[in-house]
């Protein structure tokens, strides 16, 4: 048993070195970082260890506007890629002939560049002094008047990274939902329609409880990925983000870091690790409420 045991550890050993020199390494690092005050990357100095970083840190207004446009993203893309997949997915489901082709285009933007699909979006939307944008003219034809998306109010601005990201991450809960829709029982389905029970009821009694586990992946995924969005946000409004007020927390650590404004790596840390924080309790909250409401 003892050997057993050893060559277990062995084949582990890559794995665990990987993830302590790649992972908790770094984390350890940034957490020591991020109370070091005035630390100097250059010269490897700092005057002081305390909380300044983090009181700095939680009244800058740039990193305020940051978490709040986080937030936002969160609270609005994932539910709604969510819901959209799921429904999307449903309807694949009952086109079997076909399935596969559907899939297969709801997937290529997933596989496109990011900013390919950004520019995209900005021809899309986009005020010209030749053109108001595609959007715009659609919105003309419900006697709505041009708007400017891309450099006006916040909103427009806030309306137009929340349909990109919704875009960006849809094709992979799609492909993620249609293939755990395929995998429940039919013989469930068809004893619900032995009893007639109605699409809806079955849809809440049977579906949703057998693809639970595949819905909270997506969910808790989702919320992780929306709280370090920040490729999104430049391949909409470039690297300016403080200007355009659509910076989010990931792009203030990195403005932190190497931005015009940047140099002051404890400042990043401190703001790293209250994300961190962020994203543990959220994750946290979600696997209690996993609990009840996610069957295995």
């Known amino acids: 048993m003892e050997k057993n045991n050893l060559k277990a550890w062995l084949y582990l050993l890559p794995a665990i070195l990987f993830l302590g020199i790649f992972m908790v390494y770094p984390l350890i690092d940034v957490f020591v970082y991020s109370f070091e005050e005035g630390y100097n990357s250059a010269s490897q100095t700092f005057f002081g260890i305390g909380t300044y970083n983090y009181s700095y840190v939680l009244r800058d207004p740039y990193f305020l506007q940051a978490l709040k446009n986080t937030f936002i993203l969160v609270i609005i893309t994932v539910p709604l890629s969510t819901g959209i997949a799921l429904l999307i997915s449903l309807g694949l489901s009952s086109i079997k002939k076909v399935r596969e082709w559907y899939q297969t285009i709801f997937f290529l933007p997933y596989v496109t560049n990011t900013l390919a699909v950004g520019l995209v979006f900005m021809i899309l939307f986009k005020k010209t002094p030749y053109s108001d944008g595609l959007m715009n003219l659609l919105l003309s034809l419900f006697g709505v008047s041009p708007i400017d998306f891309m450099d006006g109010p916040y909103w427009a601005k806030m309306v137009v990274l929340c349909f990109y990201t919704v875009w960006v991450v849809m094709p992979f809960k799609i492909l ?31 579906t949703l409880p057998m693809i639970s586990p595949m819905l909270f992946y997506l969910i808790i995924t989702g919320f992780i990925g929306a709280f370090k969005a920040y490729s999104d946000a430049v391949a909409l409004f470039g690297t300016n983000l403080n200007a355009a007020e659509m910076n989010t927390i990931v792009g203030y650590i990195y403005d932190m870091l190497y931005g015009n404004s940047g ?9 790293a690790i209250i ?15 996993s609990k009840k409401y996610v069957h295995y």
């Open 176 to 206: 993620i939902l249609t293939s755990a829709l395929a995998s429940v029982n039919e013989d469930y389905y068809k004893a619900a329609k032995v009893d007639g029970t109605s699409a809806f009821r079955t849809f809440r009694r049977i």
């Open 263 to 271: 140099g002051y790596p404890s400042y990043a840390s401190a703001a």
């Open 275 to 289: 994300l961190f924080v962020i994203v543990l309790t959220i994750t946290c909250i979600n696997l209690l409420l």
